[in-house]
Nanobody
C-alpha cells in the first residue's frame, strides 16, 4: 500500500520552530519531486515548498527566509523557523512521480498550530 507518512506537527508559540518529516514508501513510480502544501480553515490548499531530484527548491513568498525544505531519498523535511500565527494550517506532504501520466501522492496531513 502506497504511503506518505507525515510527522512533526504540533502547537508552538509565535517565533518558535517545528520540523516536519515525511517518508514515502511503496510508491510504484519514480519520484520526480516532493513538497509540502498547507490548508488553513476556510482556505484553499496552497504550496509551501517543493524540492526536485536535483535539489532545486521553490518556496511560497510567505515562507521565504523562514522555512527550509530538504530531502533524503524518499524522505522530505520542512524546517520551519520564526513561525507566525498565519502559518497555522494542516500541512500535507506530496510526491510527484514519473512518467507524467502517473499519479501525484498525498499524505494525510499534520496539524501545525501557532499561538500568538
Amino acid at each position: 500500500q502506497v504511503q506518505l507518512a507525515e510527522s512533526g506537527g504540533g502547537l508552538v508559540q509565535a517565533g518558535g520552530s517545528l520540523r516536519l518529516s515525511c517518508a514515502a514508501s511503496r510508491l510504484p513510480f519514480t519520484i520526480q519531486s516532493m513538497g509540502w502544501y498547507r490548508q488553513a480553515p476556510g482556505k484553499q490548499r496552497e504550496l509551501v515548498a517543493t524540492i526536485t531530484n536535483g535539489d532545486n527548491t521553490n518556496y511560497a513568498d510567505s515562507v521565504k527566509g523562514r522555512f527550509t525544505i530538504s530531502r533524503n531519498g524518499a524522505m522530505v523535511f520542512l524546517q520551519m523557523n520564526n513561525l507566525k500565527p498565519e502559518d497555522t494550517a494542516v500541512y500535507y506532504c506530496n510526491a510527484k512521480t514519473v512518467p507524467s501520466w502517473s499519479p501525484t501522492y498525498w499524505g494525510q496531513g499534520t496539524q501545525v498550530t501557532v499561538s500568538s
